[in-house]
């Protein structure tokens, strides 16, 4: 089979203002014999990026309530072909991982496949600090999956798309063995908008475990599960602990070996360290503020004034 043949896979690639990102990452899924763009009413050129390269265009308009981009996206676009396979703006596809994608798909063992994502930064592969291996529920059979709900619509300035959320499926699910990379073209001040963004939502995900809410409709914490239901488990303990931001960098630099990646490490697990601190103030703005810096607190105590 040639390099270039179409593999009965659509792909959904969720957008806003990515013209930076979307050439490389619609030249990697050439393969694909669908694609859709979702948009979110870019003021850039994605639009006319995308349809450049053939892919059919979705506009979404979010109502600021559930669901957000992706599970709309898996209930309401026309695929042709039974797997869906999600890649966001700044990740590629490898021809290896196409080649195993293409024998993936034949399997009737499974019903959809775990992706190891190689995230890189400035200009380097962070191979250490905990960044890697970083399993995603990507490839699987559309019917058949969605996104959990972290109940976290409620907070404003999260964005309207799916990130940190994960696919829930009942089926049995494989790993595929070549890496999907996270490559993104754009600079540190969109990477920090970006997740001052993400600690909006993180915060109010940190509040619903500290109040005990259940994880019903979520893949679930579970020590003895896989990595990312290990990991759940994990942050049930994690959002209890004194001095985060500390640790995270402790965590990403010394005890998980970020010292290894060289300077590109370091600053990385400085700016986890400085998200972690974001989280935490957001956190506490939610629990003492509602969420709205200076709320005044209900019968606040009167000022009394000196007697002239």
Known sequence: MSSLSKLPVSVL???????????ACLESVARADQVFVVDSQSSDRSVE?????????????????????????????PFRNEWVLIVDCDERITPELWDEIETAIQNPEYEGYYLNR?????????????????????????AKGRYENLSTEAIRNTGDNEV?????????????????????????????????????????????????????????ANFFGDSVQRKRFLKRIWV????????????????RLGFLDGRA??????????????????????????GTLNTPKPNPTPIVQPES
């Open 13 to 23: 690639i969720p957008a806003r203002n990515e013209e930076a990102n979307l050439p």
């Open 49 to 77: 990026i995308a349809e450049s390269y053939g892919a059919n265009v979705v506009q979404f308009h979010f109502n600021g309530r559930w669901p957000k981009k992706k599970n709309w996206s898996l209930e309401n676009l």
């Open 118 to 142: 190689r995230v890189f930064f400035l200009g380097q592969w962070i191979r250490y600090g905990g960044k890697y291996p970083d399993w995603n529920l990507r490839l699987f059979k559309h």
């Open 164 to 220: 940190h959320e994960h696919v829930v499926m009942s089926e049995k699910v494989g790993y595929l063995q070549n890496d999907m990379l996270h490559i993104d073209f754009k600079d540190l001040y969109h990477w920090l908008d970006r997740h001052n963004r993400y600690s909006n939502w993180e915060a109010k995900v940190y509040l619903n475990l500290l109040n005990g809410k259940d994880d019903q409709g979520t893949i679930g």
């Open 240 to 255: 209890r602990l004194p001095f985060k931001p500390t640790l995270r960098f402790l965590l990403a630099y010394v005890f």
């Open 265 to 290: 490490g370091y600053i990385y697990a400085r700016l986890l360290s400085q998200y972690e601190f974001q989280i935490g103030v957001k956190l506490y703005e939610l629990q003492q503020f509602g």
